[in-house]
């Protein structure tokens, strides 16, 4: 079966950093993205990674263990705008469609 | 260059009653999928378009179909509407890679739909 798991809701503090975990069981794996969505708007894509190891990408890193099925999404220098829900997503190439399997979201609320 | 566009933006609906969502995909792209976003959820598949023709469909009845047409615009149909399809619908575009699937999805700002 597909299943990804991740933590509903966290709290932190404005400056800080913060890291998003995220588990998953899937077949045709290939390829784990976050995304950032803010209440009522649409996705919008932070990071994606395919082979083991840390993508930077200035205050958002992502790192992936494909051999674990696990992956985290690492924020630092915390701002208020941060605070939204983060979706990890893991693509599956089943069916050759490369559908976008989601987690349920983690709920980041960045306090000052 | 056009992002990925979806109408209407809001809907508000009856149960029983039928609605159709439309998506025009960014430019160059080919490829449409849907997902069902229910508040405090994440996205689920609910099938994806490629030339036409459904390629792969998630765990959604019936109800639910669709079209795409030759300029890959597409709409997600649902008939016989229950309070529990009422949802934030997104509409995703891609472009099919030869042999690899397709690429990287962009989301439109999707329809809020809400069944009474």
């Known amino acids: 079966g597909q299943n990804i798991d991740q933590p509903t809701e966290m709290t932190a503090t404005e400056g800080a950093i913060v890291q998003i975990n995220c588990t998953y069981q899937?077949?045709?794996?290939?390829?784990l993205f976050w995304y950032q969505q803010h209440a009522g708007e649409a996705p919008t894509f932070l990071s994606y990674?395919?082979?083991?190891g840390l993508e930077e990408k200035g205050r958002f890193s992502s790192f992936l263990s494909r051999s674990k099925g696990y992956s985290y999404l690492l924020l630092k220098e915390l701002q208020m705008k941060d605070s939204a829900s983060y979706l990890c997503?893991?693509?599956?190439?089943?069916?050759?469609?490369?559908?976008?399997?989601f987690g349920t979201g983690t709920l980041l609320a960045v306090q000052p | 260059d056009a992002g990925v566009t979806q109408s209407p933006t809001h809907l508000i609906k009856t149960r029983g009653q039928q609605v159709t969502l439309r998506c025009s995909p960014k430019?160059?792209?080919?490829?449409v999928s849907w997902y069902q976003q229910a508040l405090g959820q994440g996205p689920q598949f609910i099938f994806q378009?490629?030339?036409?023709?459904?390629?792969q469909r998630g765990n959604f009845p019936d109800r639910f179909s669709g079209h795409q047409f030759p300029n890959y615009s597409s709409e997600l149909n649902v008939n016989a509407l229950l309070l529990g399809d009422s949802a934030l619908y997104l509409c995703?575009?891609?472009?099919?890679?030869?042999?690899?699937?397709?690429?990287?999805?962009?989301f439109g700002p999707g329809t809020r739909l809400t069944v009474t």
């Open positions: 899937t077949s045709g794996f290939n390829g």
């Open positions: 990674n395919v082979l083991d």
């Open positions: 995703a575009s891609s472009k099919r890679l030869r042999d690899r699937g397709v690429g990287e999805q962009y």
């Open positions: 997503a893991v693509r599956d190439n089943s069916g050759a469609t490369n559908k976008l399997i």
């Open positions: 378009y490629y030339e036409e023709e459904e390629r």
């Open positions: 430019s160059g792209h080919d490829t």
